[in-house]
Antibody, heavy 118, light 106 residues
Framework: EVQLVESGGGLVQPGRSLKLSCAAS????????MAWVRQAPKKGLEWVAT????????YYPDSVKGRFTISRDNAKSSLYLQMNSLKSEDTATYYC???????????WGQGVMVTVSS | DIRMTQSPASLSASLGETVNIECLAS??????LAWYQQKPGKSPQLLIY???SLQNGVPSRFSGSGSGTQYSLKINSLQSEDVATYFC????????FGGGTKLELK
């Protein structure tokens, strides 16, 4: 059974940093692209980052490019999201997702809440 | 950036009814479209990919269609467990989601 378990969320002040983690199990982690998707309270979904199987290629939307960094450790079956210079608009539930080679997200974690507030 | 416009934003339907949700892309996305279901307090779940392929384990009352810039999700014989918010997502050029359609029972 595919499982994705996020951790590392919490309350952080604007301008500070936070690192999210996602522990994967139930599939060969190194064979899949992985991604982060977020959802602001009562809002829709926003893709945040994608990383290739080896980690050599990363992709971001303009809203987080230069502030967020996605990375992975295939030996540990783990995905990470380093978030710097956080803004109030980054407040959201962050989901770790497995990305099928086609580009859609076929498995999602339960999500972790990040609140950016002073 | 490709913009995805979903309609309606909310929908009320009766048990057993057929429901249609539309998704319009700002440019041709060549059927690189997925649909997700998100129940209250839960993570999204994949229903449809490649515009019309049913994900394993998803009931056959769900179906997807469309091409070019226009796509739709159809739910036949609405069940109580289908109450949820539905999102479309394009993956032709990066990834963007529609704004969502909240489906409630009448």
């Amino acid at each position: 059974e595919v499982q994705l378990v996020e951790s590392g969320g919490g309350l952080v002040q604007p301008g500070r940093s936070l690192k999210l983690s996602c522990a994967a199990s139930g599939f060969t982690f190194s064979n899949y692209y992985m991604a982060w998707v977020r959802q602001a309270p009562k809002k829709g979904l926003e893709w945040v980052a994608t990383i290739s199987t080896s980690g050599s290629r990363t992709y971001y939307p303009d809203s987080v490019k230069g502030r967020f960094t996605i990375s992975r450790d295939n030996a540990k079956s783990s995905l990470y999201l380093q978030m710097n210079s956080l803004k109030s608009e980054d407040t959201a539930t962050y989901y770790c997702a497995r990305q099928d080679r086609g580009g859609y997200f076929d498995y999602w974690g339960q999500g972790v809440m990040v609140t950016v507030s002073s | 950036d490709i913009r995805m416009t979903q309609s309606p934003a909310s929908l009320s339907a009766s048990l057993g009814e057929t429901v249609n949700i539309e998704c319009l892309a700002s440019e041709d996305i060549y059927s690189d479209l997925a649909w997700y279901q998100q129940k209250p307090g839960k993570s999204p779940q994949l229903l449809i990919y490649n515009a019309n392929s049913l994900q394993n384990g998803v009931p056959s009352r769900f179906s997807g269609s469309g091409s070019g810039t226009q796509y739709s999700l159809k739910i036949n014989s609405l069940q109580s467990e289908d109450v949820a918010t539905y999102f479309c997502q394009q993956y032709n050029n990066y990834r963007t989601f529609g704004g969502g359609t909240k489906l409630e029972l009448k």
